[in-house]
């Protein structure tokens, strides 16, 4: 969730209007739509409904836009700080467009906490340097260094201690709204709630034996109802543990051992490239295309900045993204470069360039579970359904590898 879309959301409040709202904040009615329809799913609550083309906000949202007060006089504190603050006529604008998200918020207060990233990065559960590029890019938003490395760890500037206040009161008034979202989680005995990372596309593995899931369950009488949802990993991880999902299909299993859980697919990490790219090496392409990777809070994003941090340890121009459709449509389209699994990047190899690495780098897929007999079911069909999909993929492969030329 980010900033921007919170202040989005309490336009729409405010104006009851999804139009005006878009026209007031000059971007497109979809942009608005999205930013509430992230709200309520972060919220587990239905806030407006629409009928005979007019928007009615429920009774939740004023409770929701009460609880949004606090974070969003927090944003104006915010707009004081940063290196280039905006003028008063325009930061409705600005506001609307802050892509801060609260999970770099939480990660900022972490090290602040820890007073060290390498630290913060063990008990996060994340890279170094992917945890290094983000406290960068935050000191690139307000112009200066928010802490001061030292031997004997990083303690936070002048700058860094109003950011850290700032952020703290943002962290406490999102939490207390979240925590009123758990109870609204809780599942009924007779749905099996199954999460997954977000497919690249309906053509991808992912969807497709998440339909075969579907149609095997069905065809099987159970009794229970199944609720899909896409997150990614990190989200995954943690939806499980509060008991907001039974089952998770997943790029990693850190923090999981209470879980069942084994491994679905194992892959490798390629480069995916805009199909004109043909005869430029890795390296080159590094150099000549911008890059776009999938979130950092996936394993596969977290490879992936990894090994192009490696590679570019200087480069700053990195754009991270929930939506891996997004991300194949950036390297389709319009030059980009990502990384993906194989058996994520193969069904799109007819809309981009599939390059290997120099040295293979394995990653896997799994499922896991809570135990619940239902989701032990759910998981068993899954590993079923995902043999199916992988072994007619692969039976594709070798009928169009033996076809005369």
Known sequence: MHLGA????????????????ARELSCSASTVSDALRQLETALALKLVERASGELATLLASAKVRKGLQPILSAMRELAGLIADPPAPEAYASWASRLSLKIATIERFLEVADQRSINRAARRLRLGQPQLSLQIANLEDLFGCPLFERRVQGSVLTETGQK??????????????????????????????????????????????????????????????????????????????????????????????????????????????APLDSKGLALAELLIKHPLCLPSARTGIGDAAMAFSYGRSPERRDITAADSLPVIVDLVANHGYLSFLGRVSAQPIANRVRIVDLDQPLPISYYIAHNGRKAAVDAARLMREAVSNILRLDDAISSAIGAAPV
């Open 163 to 272: 950011v850290q206040t700032v952020f703290a009161s943002i962290r406490l008034a999102w939490n207390e709204m979240k925590a009123a979202a758990d109870q609204r989680f809780q599942r009924t005995a007779r749905t099996v709630r199954i999460g997954s990372i977000i497919p690249t596309g309906s053509e991808s593995w992912v969807a497709r034996s998440l339909g075969m899931l579907v149609a095997l369950w069905g065809a099987g009488g159970n009794r229970s109802s199944i609720s899909l949802v896409s997150m990614t990993a990190d989200d995954l991880r943690e939806a499980l543990k509060s008991g907001h999902i039974d089952v998770a299909i997943l790029d990693s299993v850190f923090g999981l051992d209470a879980f069942g859980h084994e491994e679905l697919v194992a892959t490798d990490m390629v480069a995916i």
């Open 6 to 21: 919170l202040f989005v959301a309490d336009r729409v409040f405010t104006l009851k209007s999804i139009r005006g709202t």
